[in-house]
């Protein structure tokens, strides 16, 4: 199948009906042909006019017909047979170290990096028809039965693709790899992996080749745990592959990271999108498949696990007339799902909400979500800049990363706009000193700052094997707990059984560090005080910190003091003041 930029250009050419290029665009994926070959075989439009659309929309590239020139021998040598016939390229002439080919996609720089490299050649590239590539494949290299078993081959390959969206809404497939053949026992194993995962409700799959093993884990409730059975290592290749072929990736280019989804309807779950990331490794392309199951999206704010004065504040923050909310937080840490909410919730039809993500992870039926791509230098700043002249009312940008989109949102919520956005820190308070250490300004911070919510996620016990632990009082006052409370509640762990995979947990929770930019607080930020001293001042006027929060979830038997150090592990000066109740709701 042609790029999508070759696709646009057919497209704004005129040359074909937008009927007869979807109907083109169909019959050459079923038959696993080039766009143009398909185009061009079938009469639809003369070669001459698609090949002068085709250079014009590429800058003027030079076109030849290889099919019509003498090739000589040495130039035809130069390049093995199986790379022209699998990649569609032909050389045609060869001055010093400087290569010439003709290509029907010349947008595929990877692959031509890639054969470069392998060659040892600078290519220079023409653009040929798919025609004249297949004529010329045909006279110099005797192709016609090998392009016909490659073109089987890749119909093959689709077919199974579409095997595999069958079987999964069939159910897992029950032949035993005993009995399977090499391709059936690649296509069986994914199938079964990404079922499997779904239904495990992992969050991601790691697919890591080595010397001698290909290793496959799942990322379970935060952790990751080894999937059984393990992929035999002698189609280790294959499996990649496989992988990279149903996510659309291009399955020749293994020099570069790439990036593709697939979907996969889980019996009794539904529809799962899968995101796709390849990278180059030593031994080979690791792969993680990471799972976007829209179902378990939560999108009521009073399901998230915030308390009821957090969520209060929380609420309070994001409906006001203008200003910023900042959500901070490791990678993984439920930041997306909390913004989700707050959009939901602000989501109205007499206001305009629009949001810049890298990427777009779910959709929201009425709010404009826009992918940002930082490759052609269309960043969170310019995607900004463009929604100031959008009518915003509400504007979600997924990251401050620098000074100038820090600026640029800054000044939006001061101009009227409800602004969310993320950080990467640990706590609420050094998201203010992050700001600060940008360039921001503080007076601009205090002015246009609401609130900033802290979070992490922390297992939850497996409520089928849940057990009493036994906590010193020491260790519990030593994490935080104040002394009048040691002993007044039990503290539970899971002893580990099939419902849970015997980790003795399953499913997480969130917890939550609410820091609403309050007087004190400004008078605070304006001092230049430290993320300390402003947390500090922040917990004197009622702010819960992330260990108070994991706390409530263990004596309410949720979770454990294990995940309590692992969630709030670097949270300081977590006692709480005079006067503020722990078992508070």
């Known amino acids: ?147 016909a078993k490659i073109a089987a081959q890749q119909k093959s ?10 079987a999964s809404r069939a159910g897992p497939a029950s032949t035993s790899n005993a009995n399977e053949t090499g391709e059936s026992y690649v296509i069986s194993f994914i199938e079964k992996l990404m079922l499997s995962a779904a239904q495990r409700r992992a969050s991601d799959i790691h697919i890591e080749p080595f010397e001698q093993s290909l290793r496959v884990r799942l990322r379970v409730d ?47 779950l539904g529809k799962m999108d899968f995101r796709v990331s390849s990278l180059p490794s030593v031994w080979g392309e690791k792969i993680v498949l990471r799972l976007l199951d829209k179902s378990n999206l939560q999108l009521d704010m009073t399901q998230l696990g915030f308390d009821p004065d957090q969520l209060d504040n929380f609420k309070d923050c994001i409906l006001k007339p203008f200003g910023m909310v900042i959500v901070t937080g490791p990678t993984g840490s439920g930041k997306t799902t909390t913004l989700y909410s707050a959009l939901n919730e602000l989501n109205r039809i007499t206001d305009n909400v629009v949001t810049a993500e890298d990427p777009v992870e779910f959709t929201i039926p009425g709010i404009c979500q826009v992918n940002v791509k930082p490759d052609i230098e269309f960043t969170f700043s310019k995607a900004l800049k463009a929604f100031l ?56 911070i205090v002015s246009a700052l609401n609130c900033v919510v802290a979070q992490r996620l922390v297992r939850k016990i497996c409520t089928e094997c849940r057990m009493e632990d036994s906590v010193s009082a020491e260790k519990q006052i030593a994490l935080g707990l104040p002394e009048k409370y040691v002993g007044k509640f039990k503290i539970y762990k899971g002893r580990g059984c099939e419902n849970c995979n015997n980790t003795g947990y399953r499913g997480r929770a969130a917890i939550y560090e609410v820091l609403v930019v309050n007087e004190p607080v400004k008078r605070a930020v304006v001092d230049n005080m430290t993320a300390l001293d402003i947390k500090r001042i922040a917990m004197a006027n009622g702010m819960q910190t992330l260990r108070q929060s994991a706390w409530k979830k263990v004596y309410r038997g949720i979770s454990t003091i294990d995940e309590l150090v692992e969630a709030s592990g670097s949270d300081e000066d977590t006692r709480t003041p005079a006067g503020q109740d722990q078992r508070s709701a």
């Open 222 to 268: 935060g952790s990751l745990v080894e999937y059984k059975p393990q992929p035999r290592f002698e189609f280790r290749d294959a499996l990649l592959s496989r992988v990279k072929l149903i996510s659309g990736l291009d399955i020749f280019e293994k020099r570069l990271p790439q990036d593709g989804n697939t979907k996969l309807d889980i019996p009794g």
């Open 1 to 147: 199948m042609s790029s999508a930029r070759i696709i646009d250009i057919v497209k704004r050419s005129n040359l074909l009906s937008d009927a007869d290029l979807a109907k083109a665009m169909e019959f050459s994926a079923r038959d696993s042909v080039p766009l143009t070959l398909f185009i061009l075989r079938n009469k639809m439009v003369a070669e001459d006019q698609l090949m002068r659309a085709l250079s014009e929309g590429l800058g003027g590239l030079e076109v030849v017909y290889p099919d019509k020139i003498e090739i000589e021998a040495s130039v035809l040598a130069s390049v093995p047979r199986d790379i022209v016939l699998q990649n569609r390229i032909i050389p045609i002439n060869r001055i010093t170290n400087n290569l010439i080919v003709a290509v029907g996609d010349p947008t595929n720089l990877g692959l031509f990096d890639s054969i470069s490299a392998k060659l040892g050649v600078k290519l220079r590239i023409k653009l040929a028809s798919d025609l004249s590539i297949q004529n010329a494949m045909n006279r110099y290299y005797g192709a016609s039965d090998e392009a």
């Open 157 to 166: 390959a689709a077919a199974a693709a579409q095997k595999l969206q069958s």
């Open 389 to 444: 002249r959008q009518d915003p009312d509400v504007i979600m940008v997924g990251e401050i990363r620098d000074l100038e989109t820090g600026e640029i949102a800054m000044k939006a919520a001061l101009t009227g706009h409800i602004v969310l956005s993320t950080l990467h820190t640990n706590n609420a308070a050094e998201s203010i000193e992050r700001l600060r250490n940008m360039g921001i300004d503080r007076f601009t």
